[in-house]
């Protein structure tokens, strides 16, 4: 699938996303330093670009022709870190939306804070996708559940054309682990996918990741990695120490035990508790700060998803941090593609609700007729690989024309038509408890304008 990608900062939605199997033809981001070290590890289709200045930018990506277009717009109006006025970097959402409905590519994948949910801008650019087509699924997820060892709660939308609203929502819960990852998961345990060359002196390191290019391959040079092997002094400076600070931004937490997920990755969080911690700590620290273990940039890169080869690119150690805290981390953009590539190849469909069977009940079906109306709506929606229609009659068009379907019975034709319609009822009564009122159709493109 053919991806470009917006607000792209150093590319860790990229990276995730071409790991997933997609095809990144382009990225744009405003930050010069950011799509440097883009164009450095990732790849060199990076370019600078106000993404406030449509006409620039709309074109170039329309002859792209991208299948998908994602990104992270600016959150900072939004973050709890803020003060939570939607000013001009709210409106970056907005442009967002703007550019997705004006290229129209079958998929969007949109990332910011939990914050962005409830703001108005939000809003407004959720009215210009519906008027675009979309389909709709808005998940709050927690990285640590996507392959990250950080406790990062974030919006993430993904919208399809044509399709109904939270068409993914069962399939973006199912691709979470059981489990959260820890401090301890990345920095104390060997990687299976981790490579093992004996360096030639001790300057150099031994373990290389399947995801980048080997050192010089010599005679006898690749082995298992041996039990004997030390890691790198910093990570098993953590595991034994087995706390670490983290500057809370809300009168938080600041100690963290290795066995728990790192609080949200930000500017900050390598840094040493300050005097004022230090004489007022949070009572549920199970250690004093100032005896927990130093994380050092590096690790801050990694438990934020970029891999041990990423290298960082700036004389400004704060622009490196900046680049770091503003990312998509790489393993969350990597399973949220895959979960979107299921889909596309019909692997997945959305599950139903067990309150449809509640739902028929009150209509007065038996609980056997319930469960069969819902294997028939189930097994509907596999026949169409998963694929959901915003318009009722469109859905059963397309199911009609299905080779398998014309060869059923007339019977099971009909049971299968009328699940759909059932379901298609449930679904939109259920949609219009949750939904919320849309802006004036005519405000959201009229004040970007002025924003612009």
């Given at each position: 699938m053919r991806v470009v990608e917006l607000f792209s900062g150093a590319g860790g939605m990229s990276l995730g996303l071409r790991q997933a199997g997609f095809d990144i033809l382009r990225a744009y981001d405003a930050w010069p330093v950011a799509v440097e070290n883009y164009n450095r590890n990732v790849g060199d289709h990076a370019v600078v670009a106000d993404l406030k200045d449509l006409l620039s930018t709309v074109p170039d990506i329309l002859k792209l022709a991208p299948e998908m277009i994602c990104g992270g717009p600016p959150c900072q109006d939004y973050s709890s870190a803020g003060n939570r006025t939607e000013a001009n970097n709210a409106r970056l959402t907005l442009a967002f939306a703007l550019i997705v409905a004006t290229v129209r590519p079958q998929w969007f994948m949109m990332e910011n804070v939990i914050g962005c949910a409830k703001s108005a801008t939000w809003a407004e650019a959720r009215a210009v996708l519906k008027r675009a087509g979309y389909g709709i699924t808005e998940n709050r997820i927690n990285a640590s559940r996507y392959g990250v060892p950080q406790s990062r709660r974030r919006l993430l939308v993904i919208g399809r054309i044509g399709e109904r609203d939270d068409f993914l929502a069962s399939s973006v819960a199912a691709a979470a682990s059981a489990h959260p990852m820890t401090l301890r998961d990345l920095f104390g345990a060997t990687v299976s996918a981790a490579i093992y060359f004996p360096?030639?002196?001790?300057?150099?390191?031994?373990?290389?990741?399947?995801?980048?290019?080997?050192?010089?391959?010599?005679?006898?040079?690749?082995?298992?990695?041996?039990?004997?092997?030390?890691?790198?002094?910093?990570?098993?400076?953590?595991?034994?120490?087995?706390?670490?600070?983290?500057?809370?931004?809300?009168?938080?937490?600041?100690?963290?035990?290795?066995?728990?997920?790192?609080?949200?990755?930000?500017?900050?969080?390598?840094?040493?508790?300050g005097p004022k911690y230090l004489s007022a700590p949070h009572p549920a620290d199970p250690l004093a700060a100032s005896e927990t273990?130093?994380?050092?940039?590096?690790?801050?890169?990694?438990?934020?998803?970029?891999?041990?080869?990423?290298?960082?690119?700036?004389?400004?150690?704060?622009?490196?941090?900046?680049?770091?805290?503003?990312?998509?981390?790489?393993?969350?953009?990597?399973?949220?593609?895959?979960?979107?590539?299921?889909?596309?190849?019909?692997?997945?469909?959305?599950?139903?609700?067990?309150?449809?069977?509640?739902?028929?009940?009150?209509?007065?079906?038996?609980?056997?007729?319930?469960?069969?109306?819902?294997?028939?709506?189930?097994?509907?929606?596999?026949?169409?690989?998963?694929?959901?229609?915003?318009?009722?009659?469109?859905?059963?068009?397309?199911?009609?024309?299905?080779?398998?379907?014309?060869?059923?019975?007339?019977?099971?034709?009909?049971?299968?038509?009328?699940?759909?319609?059932?379901?298609?009822?449930?679904?939109?009564?259920?949609?219009?408890?949750?939904?919320?009122?849309?802006?004036?159709?005519?405000?959201?493109?009229?004040?970007?304008?002025?924003?612009?």
């Amino acid at each position: 699938m053919r991806v470009v990608e917006l607000f792209s900062g150093a590319g860790g939605m990229s990276l995730g996303l071409r790991q997933a199997g997609f095809d990144i033809l382009r990225a744009y981001d405003a930050w010069p330093v950011a799509v440097e070290n883009y164009n450095r590890n990732v790849g060199d289709h990076a370019v600078v670009a106000d993404l406030k200045d449509l006409l620039s930018t709309v074109p170039d990506i329309l002859k792209l022709a991208p299948e998908m277009i994602c990104g992270g717009p600016p959150c900072q109006d939004y973050s709890s870190a803020g003060n939570r006025t939607e000013a001009n970097n709210a409106r970056l959402t907005l442009a967002f939306a703007l550019i997705v409905a004006t290229v129209r590519p079958q998929w969007f994948m949109m990332e910011n804070v939990i914050g962005c949910a409830k703001s108005a801008t939000w809003a407004e650019a959720r009215a210009v996708l519906k008027r675009a087509g979309y389909g709709i699924t808005e998940n709050r997820i927690n990285a640590s559940r996507y392959g990250v060892p950080q406790s990062r709660r974030r919006l993430l939308v993904i919208g399809r054309i044509g399709e109904r609203d939270d068409f993914l929502a069962s399939s973006v819960a199912a691709a979470a682990s059981a489990h959260p990852m820890t401090l301890r998961d990345l920095f104390g345990a060997t990687v299976s996918a981790a490579i093992y060359f004996p360096a030639t002196s001790e300057a150099r390191r031994s373990v290389w990741s399947s995801d980048e290019p080997a050192p010089t391959i010599r005679e006898r040079s690749i082995r298992p990695i041996p039990a004997s092997y030390q890691p790198h002094p910093d990570d098993a400076a953590i595991i034994q120490n087995g706390f670490v600070y983290s500057r809370p931004v809300r009168a938080g937490r600041g100690v963290r035990s290795i066995d728990e997920p790192f609080p949200t990755v930000t500017r900050t969080s390598w840094e040493r508790p300050g005097p004022k911690y230090l004489s007022a700590p949070h009572p549920a620290d199970p250690l004093a700060a100032s005896e927990t273990a130093a994380l050092s940039i590096a690790q801050a890169s990694r438990i934020q998803g970029f891999p041990t080869w990423w290298t960082w690119h700036s004389s400004n150690q704060r622009d490196i941090l900046q680049m770091i805290a503003n990312a998509v981390p790489a393993p969350v953009a990597t399973a949220l593609g895959r979960v979107i590539l299921d889909r596309e190849a019909g692997r997945t469909a959305p599950a139903i609700s067990g309150g449809f069977l509640q739902w028929l009940h009150k209509r007065g079906r038996s609980k056997a007729s319930a469960r069969n109306v819902k294997a028939s709506a189930g097994r509907a929606r596999r026949l169409l690989g998963g694929r959901t229609f915003d318009n009722l009659a469109l859905e059963i068009a397309a199911l009609e024309c299905l080779p398998e379907f014309r060869e059923m019975r007339k019977a099971t034709q009909s049971d299968l038509r009328q699940a759909f319609r059932l379901l298609a009822e449930y679904e939109t009564n259920r949609g219009q408890r949750r939904k919320r009122p849309l802006q004036n159709p005519e405000q959201p493109i009229a004040r970007f304008e002025e924003a612009a």
